[in-house]
C-alpha cells in the first residue's frame, strides 16, 4: 500500500491539487491511479477528488463511464458537473450521452447549458440532427441559455445532414438571441449549403461576415461555390480579397480558381493565376496545369497550348527533364494477382508507360499489378478505363508530382490526348456509307451504392455536363440469324463516365455485350450474344506527347475474346484496320 503524508488523512485538499496538476496535464493514466491509491489507503477521496478524474479524461468516455460507477458504488452523489464532464467525454457516442442526460434528469438534477451543449455535440458527431434539434427545444422550455456552442454544434448537426434551411435559420435564431455567430457557425453553414449544392446560399453567407476576419478554410469554400456556379469573375475577386486581408493563399486556393477560370474559358487570367502562383512560391500541378492548357486550348488552339505545356514543364523540371527518353525494353506480360487476367506491357519510354489493359480488371488493380512486376515501383495513375473496357492505358512511373506524372496529367487535363476506341454496335446507321457523326448531349452521372449511372440530360439541366463524342463506321457484319452489326471506331471529345456507352445507345447502335446501357428484350433484360458475352469496347489508340514534346502515336490490338467475336460474323461491307487485327504500332 502507497504511503501518503500524515496532511493527506486531516485534510483533503492536498490531494485535490496534486489531482489538479495531473488533470491539468491531461495526465488521466496518472491522475486515476492515484485516485485509486487513496482509495486504498483509505483516504476517503469525496466528489472533488472524483470530478477533478472526470475532468482530465477528455474523450476517454468509456473511463468516464467507469469513473462514475466507481463514484456510485462509494456512495458519492453525483452533482451537475460530474454528470455533464461525462457528457462531454462521451462526445462520440451520443446514445451513452443521451442516456447520462436523462439519468442526470431522473436524479432531479437541473442540466445547464454545458450538459445540454455537450449532448448536442454528440448528436453532432454521429449527424443526428433531429435529437439536436430536439435537446434545444427541450432547453428553451426548460429555459436554459443556448450559447455559440450549443447553436454550432446544432448547425454543424444540420449541416452534415445538408439541411441547409434548417442551419441557416439556427444562424439567424443566434442574432435574435444576443448570441455573437463566429467563424465557425458561418464556416458550418457554408458546408451545409455546400453538401445541398445550393451555392448561391454558401456564396450570399459570406457577405454576412461583415465583422469576423475569415481564414483561408472559409475562403476555399466561396471559391468552391463559385466555381459551381461559374462565377470566375467572383472567384478571382475572392482571391485577391484573400491577399489583401493577409489570408495565406494556398495550392487549393489557386487549383479551384484555375478550373473556374478556365471552365468560363477565361484564357488571360489563367495566365495571371499561374504568375502569381509562382510568386506565392507555388507549383501547378498536373491537373492544374492541364486546367489552364485546356483554356489555351480552347480559346487559341493546340500550337498555344502545345507551347504552355512545354513551357511550363521547362519551368517546373528545367533541373531533372533535359535530354531525350530512349525507348526501354518491355517487360512482356505481367501476372495481375489474385485474378486470372494478364496485364501486357506495350509500351515504355523513360517514366512513360503505355500497358495493355484487360476486360474484367480495374484501372487500379492493373496498375498494382505493374507495380508488383517492376520490384514495388511506384506506378501513377493518369486515366482509367472502366473494369469492362479493355485496351491502352497511360501510366507513369514516379509520384504524382514527378515529370511523368505530372506531364501526362497536364496533358490530359489540358485535352490533348486523343484516344479512340473501337466498338462494335448493334444495328446500322441509316443512309448510305460513309457513316460517320457526332453525338453532342449533356450527361448526368450518379452513383447508388458505389455503382455509377449515366444518363442524358436536358441543356438547361444545371447537373448535366457538356459531352461530346465523335464516331464513324468502319464496316458493317451480318450474323448466322440475321441480325447486322457495326464495327465503329469512337472519339470522346469529354471523357464522362459510361458516355461512348450513352451517346452510342442515344443514336440507335448500342454496344454489344452492354449490360447496362445495351440493346434490351421487352422484358428488359439485356441481349448477350453467345460469341460475345462481354462489353465489346477497346481503347485502340492514343496519340499524345512523349517526354521530349514529339508526338507520338500508339495503337493496342483487340485481345483475343474480341478479335474471336468478329470471327462469328460475316463481313458485309468495309473492312478491319490491321492494327486492331494483331498489329501492335507504335509512332509518331
Not at 469492362?388 to 496533358?411: M, N, V
Not at 457526332?438 to 436536358?458: D, F, M, Y
Not at 440475321?482 to 472519339?491: E, I, P
Not at 521530349?548 to 495503337?555: F, G, R, V, Y
Amino acid at each position: 500500500m502507497e504511503a501518503f503524508p500524515p496532511s493527506w488523512y486531516e485534510d483533503p485538499r492536498p490531494g485535490t491539487r496534486a489531482l489538479s496538476s495531473l488533470a491539468k496535464k491531461s495526465d488521466w493514466r496518472s491522475s486515476l491511479e492515484l485516485l485509486v491509491s487513496m482509495k486504498r489507503a483509505k483516504l476517503q477521496p469525496d466528489l472533488f477528488h472524483h470530478n477533478t478524474v472526470l475532468s482530465s479524461l477528455e474523450a476517454n468516455w468509456r473511463m468516464a463511464i467507469n469513473v462514475l460507477g466507481l463514484m456510485k458504488r462509494s456512495k458519492i452523489a453525483l452533482d451537475v458537473f460530474s454528470y455533464s464532464t461525462a457528457i462531454s467525454c462521451c462526445s462520440s457516442v451520443w446514445p451513452i450521452a443521451m442516456g447520462l442526460l436523462r439519468e442526470m434528469q431522473w436524479r432531479a438534477l437541473e442540466a445547464n447549458t454545458v450538459s445540454y451543449s455537450a449532448a448536442i455535440s454528440a448528436c453532432e458527431k454521429w449527424g443526428c440532427w433531429k435529437p439536436a434539434l430536439e435537446l434545444m427545444h427541450e432547453m428553451k422550455l426548460a429555459k436554459v441559455r443556448c450559447n455559440d456552442f450549443t447553436y454550432n454544434a446544432a448547425i454543424s448537426a444540420a449541416g452534415r445532414a445538408a439541411q441547409w434551411q434548417i442551419s441557416l435559420a439556427l444562424l439567424e435564431e443566434m442574432t435574435s438571441a444576443a448570441v455573437q455567430a463566429s467563424l465557425f457557425s458561418y464556416s458550418a453553414c457554408t458546408s451545409a449549403c455546400q453538401r445541398s449544392e445550393h451555392w448561391e446560399a454558401a456564396l450570399a453567407l459570406f457577405g454576412g461576415m461583415e465583422n469576423l476576419r475569415a481564414n483561408h478554410v472559409v475562403y476555399n469554400g466561396v471559391l468552391s461555390a463559385c466555381a459551381v456556379t461559374g462565377s470566375w469573375t467572383l472567384a478571382l475577386h475572392f482571391l485577391e480579397e484573400m491577399h489583401r486581408s493577409s489570408t495565406s493563399r494556398s495550392s487549393v486556393s489557386y487549383a479551384i480558381t484555375i478550373c473556374t477560370c478556365a471552365d468560363g474559358q477565361a484564357w488571360q487570367q489563367v495566365l495571371d493565376l499561374l504568375r502569381w502562383m509562382r510568386l506565392d512560391h507555388f507549383r501547378a500541378n498536373g491537373v492544374e496545369a492541364g486546367s489552364a492548357i485546356a483554356a489555351i486550348n480552347e480559346a487559341v488552339g493546340r500550337p498555344a497550348a502545345e507551347a504552355l505545356l512545354i513551357s511550363l514543364k521547362e519551368d517546373y523540371f528545367s533541373s531533372t527533364s533535359s535530354g531525350r527518353f530512349g525507348a526501354v525494353a518491355t517487360l512482356g506480360r505481367i501476372e495481375a494477382f489474385d485474378s486470372p487476367h494478364e496485364v501486357e506491357l506495350l509500351w515504355r519510354s523513360g517514366p512513360l508507360l503505355a500497358l495493355l489493359k484487360p476486360a474484367g480488371l480495374s484501372t487500379e488493380a492493373t496498375l498494382a499489378a505493374t507495380s508488383t512486376q517492376l520490384r514495388g515501383a511506384v506506378v501513377t495513375q493518369v486515366s482509367r478505363l472502366d473494369v469492362p473496357t479493355s485496351g491502352a492505358l497511360l501510366a507513369a512511373l514516379g509520384e504524382q508530382d514527378s515529370c511523368g506524372a505530372w506531364w501526362l496529367l497536364a496533358q490530359f487535363a489540358g485535352r490533348l490526348v486523343s484516344k479512340v476506341y473501337c466498338c462494335l454496335c448493334h444495328g446500322e446507321p441509316p443512309g448510305e456509307p460513309p457513316w460517320h457523326g457526332e453525338v453532342n448531349r449533356p450527361l448526368k452521372v450518379t452513383s447508388v451504392l458505389g455503382v455509377s449511372q449515366a444518363t442524358i440530360v436536358k441543356e438547361e439541366d444545371p447537373q448535366g455536363k457538356a459531352s461530346c463524342t465523335k464516331y464513324e463506321v468502319l464496316a458493317t457484319f451480318q450474323s448466322s440469324n440475321g441480325g447486322v452489326f457495326s464495327l465503329t471506331q469512337a472519339q470522346p471529345v469529354t471523357g464522362r463516365t459510361h458516355q461512348i456507352r450513352v451517346h452510342m445507345a442515344s443514336v440507335g447502335l448500342p454496344l454489344v455485350g452492354d449490360r447496362r446501357y445495351g440493346k434490351a428484350f421487352e422484358t428488359g433484360r439485356p441481349v448477350l450474344p453467345e460469341w460475345c458475352p462481354s462489353l465489346f469496347l477497346h481503347c485502340w489508340q492514343l496519340r499524345f506527347l512523349s517526354l521530349d514534346a514529339e508526338p507520338h502515336l500508339l495503337c493496342a490490338p483487340l485481345p483475343p475474346a474480341l478479335r474471336d467475336a468478329l470471327q462469328h460474323l460475316t463481313l458485309r461491307s468495309g473492312h478491319v484496320p490491321a492494327e486492331l487485327c494483331g498489329v501492335l504500332c507504335t509512332g509518331g
